[in-house]
């Protein structure tokens, strides 16, 4: 069975600096993982997957995460927060043969001013 | 591409009243998801239909929901009775294929039970 874990339901930076959000994972069979971004009254829309290519995954919007297997761990970074970078951010495991995605309970990364 | 489109956006009823729920997913995707966010227990998959045809139903919570795809452009979630623990905003999502395709997920209905 696969589980996520978030570490920091809500993460707050500056504007202009780095943004980190932690996803690990646990998953018996190699995973794909997901970074998904949801703003206030919207939907989730995929920011980056990683799918057994390259462990250095860049999505849109200036994201990037890096798979990293021996820590089972694919943290979220920006160089430079935006403000509008302001959101709630989830990652999710999936396995190849399987629909199911689980889903972390979601960060919320405040940037300040 | 319009993406997934959710009817209504927002609803608001009143404890033992029927709510329908409506999702177009995606040209030539072949399956669709039904999940439910709520504060407590974040997301959960309700509902999975992969050509149409419900595989994965054990998310439902209880008989008074029910989900149907009559075909492959619409899908539907009923609660009859709803009651106010219903509460929640209800996504809809499809993808194109199984397994580690990316979902797409619709804008969401926003439901209020009174």
């Known amino acids: 069975a696969q589980s996520v874990t978030q570490l920091g339901s809500h993460v707050s930076v500056s504007e202009g600096a780095l943004v980190l959000l932690r996803c690990n994972y646990s998953s018996s069979v190699p995973p794909y993982l997901f970074w998904y971004v949801q703003y206030p009254n919207q939907g989730l829309q995929l920011l980056l997957k990683?799918?057994?290519?390259?462990?250095l995954v860049k999505g849109i919007n200036g994201f990037e995460a890096e798979f990293k297997k021996s820590e089972t761990s694919f943290h979220l970074t920006k160089p430079s927060a935006h403000m509008s970078d302001a959101a709630e951010y989830f990652c999710a495991v999936t396995t190849s043969g399987t629909y199911k995605y689980i889903f972390g309970t979601g960060t919320r990364l405040k940037v300040l001013a | 591409d319009a993406g997934v489109i959710q009817s209504p956006r927002h609803e608001v009823t009143e404890m033992g009243q029927e709510v329908t729920l409506r999702c177009k997913p995606i040209?030539?995707?072949?399956?669709l998801f039904w999940y439910r966010q709520t504060m407590m227990r974040g997301l959960e998959l309700l509902i999975y239909?992969?050509?149409?045809?419900?595989?994965?139903d054990s998310g439902m919570p209880e008989d008074r929901f029910s989900a149907k795809m009559p075909n492959a452009s619409f899908s539907t979630l009923k609660i009859q009775p709803s009651e106010p623990r219903d509460s929640a905003v209800y996504f809809c999502?499809?993808?194109?294929?199984?397994?580690?395709?990316?979902?797409?997920f619709g804008p969401g209905t926003r439901l209020l039970v009174l």
């Open positions: 999502a499809s993808s194109p294929g199984t397994g580690r395709e990316t979902q797409y």
């Open positions: 239909f992969n050509n149409n045809v419900p595989i994965d």
């Open positions: 040209s030539g995707h072949n399956s």
């Open positions: 990683y799918t057994s290519a390259a462990t």
